[in-house]
């Protein structure tokens, strides 16, 4: 009897508390965690308002010229109505964050509302106006969370740094702020230490970390933005991505493609994956080198047990640029784009971590067959044997689940659809000039555009040629999955 109620305990606390906490983190569904956005981000304030921290952020974030959104506890709020009404005099948003700071999983729906309706009776008795964006304590959503509360905009994040830790201190707390430094994020903070489990004085690294972070983030050209305000790019960006893709994915292939980016997001969190500041298309870590010998140019060896740092992409960012391109070929110039981009990025991050630099050079496995070289790399063939045909098969599967033309993908040129390895020298990485390469693809450019102008004819042959400068083919474009 008693095994029998806990099994039912069990079911129930899953069906109420754990399931949809899951759904929501991990899927989105009915939860606003990030934008589309080039240049915007949201920066949330959890916990407050407080007396002492609060006033000094909003003076901080004037300053910047930096709008926020504020996740207020009512019962912090009731007690200082002219810091709510400063917010809003400034140009911030106000969410709800509970009456008290206290999680849903632990409270009956009823409680739960209460809560909710109590702190939005406060806040608009001092602004007028009622909240309509809520953030539960912690991030932990119920049942009722999910399927109720249509009036209120559920709205997690991206990035989390543990500043309610006065140990993180600022420099290690700016450092993880540093990682989501782009357009689009959700970023939270807290301007309140007097919650259960924070330490009364972490908002002071907090305000230092953050003035440093918005310094970066201005001089790169990002601004912060509200809730509201990135909501309504990313609904823009995302209507202005159907309409130029005119591509529309089965309710069968969206959970194909969510599943296997679930994996992957679990597969770099289990691997410790890490990517470069403002890099974010290229994840790597440092293994050992298990495969068979293989010669490279310098007329160095890469052995078995030789210490190297293993490239992955970022196949969601992959998937996105594939979903939204017109053409294989506008995807080969957005993956030509982000690897110019990245890799002087993650030369700089390597130079800067003595345990990097002592690897024999980039490492990575790929569909791409041409390209690479004029970025640095030695493209060689994969040894036959059992990884390789693993390699194979595994690399096919991903290219049918990501690639939106899936299984049709596979029989398309299949001489093309070969894994190499791609190797770049650690040397050749830290002292290479990728401004050059830019350059050099600049003038080939010009060159092939003064060249095609004396043309007076226009065939696809002729059109395809024109953009050989590209270090993708087109073919290669559409199969570059890792």
Not at 37 to 62: I, K, W
Not at 162 to 176: A, T
Not at 294 to 314: A, I, S, W
């Amino acid at each position: 009897m008693e095994t029998t109620l806990l099994i039912w305990l069990f079911y129930l606390s899953s069906f109420y508390a754990f399931i949809p906490g899951l759904i929501s983190r991990i899927f989105g569904f009915r939860a606003f965690r990030k934008g589309k956005s080039e240049t915007e981000f949201a920066l949330t304030f959890d916990d407050g308002p407080d007396p002492r921290y609060t006033a000094q952020l909003l003076d901080l974030l004037r300053r910047y010229e930096a709008k926020a959104t504020f996740f207020v506890v009512g019962s912090h709020a009731v007690q200082h109505p002219e810091l709510l009404k400063r917010m809003q005099a400034e140009g911030h948003a106000i969410g709800i964050h509970n009456y008290v700071h206290r999680a849903n999983w632990l409270m009956w729906p009823g409680s739960v509302r209460k809560q909710v309706n109590r702190t939005n009776e406060v806040i608009e008795n001092v602004t007028g106006q009622r909240a309509v964006y809520y953030r539960p304590p912690w991030g932990i959503v119920n049942l009722f969370d999910l399927v109720g509360r249509h009036e209120l905009k559920l709205v997690l994040w991206s990035g989390i740094f543990g500043d309610w830790r006065q140990r993180l201190g600022e420099d290690r707390l700016l450092k993880r702020m540093r990682r989501k430094m782009r357009g689009g994020e959700v970023l939270v903070l807290h301007d309140c230490g007097a919650t259960l489990g924070a330490n009364d004085k972490a908002p002071e690294n907090m305000l230092r970390a953050l003035e440093r972070f918005l310094t970066e983030a201005y001089d790169k050209g990002l601004s912060s933005v509200t809730i509201e305000k990135l909501m309504d790019s990313t609904q823009k960006a995302s209507k202005a991505q159907q309409k130029s893709s005119g591509r529309k994915l089965s309710p069968a292939k969206r959970l194909l493609v969510q599943g296997w980016l679930l994996y992957e997001k679990a597969f770099k969190f289990a691997f410790r994956l890490q990517e470069a500041h403002d890099a974010p298309f290229y994840h790597f870590r440092k293994v050992k080198y298990s495969g068979q010998p293989l010669q490279l140019e310098n007329g160095e060896r890469l052995t078995k047990g030789d210490p190297v740092l293993e490239l992955h992409f970022d196949n969601k960012m992959l998937f996105e640029m594939s979903s939204r391109s017109r053409s294989a070929m506008q995807t080969a110039i957005l993956m030509v784009r982000e690897t110019e981009r990245s890799l002087p990025k993650i030369a700089e991050y390597v130079r800067q971590d003595p345990s990097l630099r002592a690897a024999k050079g980039l490492y990575g496995v790929s569909m791409i067959n041409r390209g690479p070289q004029q970025f640095g790399f030695q493209v060689l063939d994969l040894p036959e044997g059992l990884f390789a045909r693993m390699t194979r098969f595994y690399l096919k599967v991903l290219l049918s689940v990501l690639h939106p033309s899936g299984t049709a993908r596979l029989g398309e040129q299949t001489e093309m659809l070969v894994p190499k390895v791609m190797f770049m020298p650690m040397d050749v990485l830290l002292n290479r000039d990728f401004k050059d390469h830019k350059r050099d693809n600049r003038r080939r450019k010009t060159a092939g555009e003064a060249s095609a102008s004396k043309s007076q004819t226009s065939t696809a042959s002729e059109n395809s040629s024109a953009s050989s400068d590209l270090p993708v083919t087109e073919n290669e474009a559409a199969g570059a999955v890792t």
